[in-house]
């Protein structure tokens, strides 16, 4: 993860200009508004750095959807290249808002676009101030649940804010605290943050909130399932009551209702796939199998796609680890991340299995929840989820980008109670796939439960047998 100074060469891509050609094969040069293009010094900067940094600092005169929405052409500028040409849904709904100053409320999940419909407005705001943070504070600060995901939305806003004086730092656990504290020390734009080592900092006297008036909490919901609430309303506390505040989150949970309300002043409402509606790009189905058969059918759906990057969810740590170490032997290229994995073991496996190194990643729910990775193929969800919401979050891992995924849950017969429970969530019922639908499942589905009511998966014949007991004990992940 690049941090602070350095710039992202946005996905290794060679680095292109608005209109969508590399640097360097452009024609004609864009017009810059205010006629001064002029290179000009600035002495924070190193005296070898590349000139063209200074005359990307102009303001090119583009008219694109973005701007037209108010956001500043230096960001816009930089959209096009990464394919981003017109806004997506969320960010359509929620950009105008946040330009004008407005609390938000967004219901909607990664991979709808949600990071730059917060992220281009923040930037835009920064790039208006054009004075250098004061020791020790942010102007704006972003929260997330998870290490992996706050170095993705370190990425993304490093690449939307290219060419810019904007900087971010991001702050998470596992990494030095006394390299963050020194680089707190000059302040910082934007603040990246996982609320555990944010307080961390702030104890040490090394944050000071008392400036941010950008506020954004990104999947609230899983901050609120991994346990943050107390940090989250501790760092509420420090913060100006003027400041404008954006709340993501992917499902509603009462507790959100009380978050939102001490967080939001007046917030402007905007939902893009309901909570619980997965995907529609995506193709669900269960399978039914006892526990201890789970690994071999697991080998069978990876060996029919070897090359395709598929994730698998363990709800264990030690389980995954097993899981996976299980794969290895058996000759797949495969990775683990899960909460017992160092920083430097868990970016590790991400890189490796983003670069398609590894085909396999076996993750618990905390590692993977927030992942953007479009070659994602297949999500197993290979123990269901105890928490229905993660179900969603989980196959949205895949049919990422405007792909297709495929995404099957392999249902053990001590998990029906948890696939009932998914279905009733989701309020439609997951296509059985393979297997014997337990007794216990085919009962439900005569009653016209969830999965009971149309769909594939009531068209199923459901044959009447006991649920036979899983052949080993349900240990292995
Ligand atoms: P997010 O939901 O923020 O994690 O974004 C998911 C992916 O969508 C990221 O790789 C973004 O670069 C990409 N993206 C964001 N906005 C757009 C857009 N308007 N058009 C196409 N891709 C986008």
Redesign the pocket.
Known sequence: MTQDTTRPNRSGKPRQNASGQPRGERGPKPAFRGGNAKPTTNHRRHRDEPEEKFIRRAIPDIDTPFTRMGIDARVAVN?PP???????PI?EKAIPGIVEGRDLLGL??????????FGLPMLTRLLNIGRKPEPRTCRALILAPTRELAT?IAA?ID?YAAGTAIRQFRVVGGASINTQTMRMERGVDVLIATPGRLIDLIERGAVDLSQTKYLVLDEADQMLDIGFIHALRRIAKMLPRERQTLLFSATMPKLMEELADSYLTDPLKVAVNPPGQAAAKIAQGVHFVNQGDKATLLAEYLAKHREELAIVFGRTKHGSEKLSKLLEKWGYKVAAIHGNKSQGQRERALSGFRAGETKVLVATDVAAR?L?I?EVAHVYNYDLPNVPENYVHRIGRTA??GRDGRAIAFCAPAEIGELRAIEKAMKAPIPVVGGEVPFEAAKIRERGGPAGRGGPAGQQPARKRPARRPSRAPKSA
């Open positions: 959209l990464m394919g981003i040409d017109a806004p997506s960010q909607a999940q990664t991979g709808t676009g949600k990071t730059a419909a993705q993304n690449a927030g953007d479009p990422r980008a």
